[in-house]
């Protein structure tokens, strides 16, 4: 599990009155969105910004480049085993409107039977890292939290992303002083992970091409998304389900 993945609107104070009706949704305020994938340190490892606020987050995520690594072979190779079965990607933590892929883990909204309310209390709790980390973004920069008052769109991108690389700095040099919780019960059995990535094909040849529609397959594989589903209800029941009875 790499982290959470969720959406922040940033109110636009200064928004051109010709921009207004594509940055604001409904009757509210013009925004303009942060999508970030932060883990449970906080550190945000993926941030897109720019996008006008009638937007959600599948149309941001249709937009994104979070799986540009991935897709382009340039990300590190992760393997991990569940249950069994090995996964040969990384997932995230996200909310009921993501859709149902293999790197997409939500939670379940009614859940019957103690397993299932085991795992949704687990996610839930593990999801709501990247909603902190929006919150102290906000909290250490009051440029953030209050309303943009540029006009200047390009500007206000490179505010996001000057403070988004600060917000990093200062995790990274206090990370020595947290006190983080067990998270085990998102990476059950052996997993190996390398950063060793094959290049040895040029990126433009066609058998890469070909690569890149397999790999967008199988990041948008419902089955997969199944499978994992159920076999991290069943480790996270293994592991915690005698401790809560």
């Not at 149309?59 to 799986?67: A, P, T």
């Not at 919780?181 to 992970?193: A, L």
Request: hydrophobic share 35%; glycine share 6%.
């Amino acid at each position: 599990m790499i982290g959470s993945i969720d959406c922040m609107h940033w109110e636009w104070k200064n928004c051109p009155r010709s921009w207004r009706g594509q940055y604001t949704r409904g009757h509210g305020k013009p925004t303009i969105v942060l999508e970030a994938v932060a883990s449970q340190d906080l550190w945000i490892w993926h941030a897109f910004f720019g996008l006008p606020g009638t937007l959600n987050d599948i149309n941001v995520l249709d937009r994104s480049q979070v799986f540009s690594d991935i897709i382009q072979g340039r990300a590190p190779k992760v393997n991990f085993t569940v249950n069994g079965h090995n996964y040969p990607m990384a997932y995230y933590l996200t909310d009921g409107i993501y859709p149902k892929w293999s790197t997409f883990i939500q939670s379940i909204p009614l859940p019957q039977g103690l397993k299932a309310e085991l795992f949704a209390e687990k996610q839930e709790s593990a999801r709501k890292d990247v909603e902190r980390a929006f919150g102290v973004l906000q909290s250490r920069f009051a440029i953030v939290k209050n309303p943009a008052l540029l006009w200047d769109k390009e500007k206000i991108g490179k505010i996001m992303r000057t403070c988004v690389i600060l917000h990093n700095m200062i995790v990274e040099n206090e990370r020595n002083t947290y006190i983080l919780s067990d998270t085990s019960e998102f990476e059950s059995g052996e997993s190996s992970r390398s950063s060793q990535v094959d290049i040895s094909q040029p990126t433009d040849s066609p058998s890469n091409f070909v690569n890149r529609h397999g790999i967008q397959a199988q990041l948008r594989d419902q089955q997969k998304h199944n499978r994992l589903k159920a076999d991290l209800v069943e480790n996270i029941w293994q592991k915690y389900g005698n401790l809560d009875e």
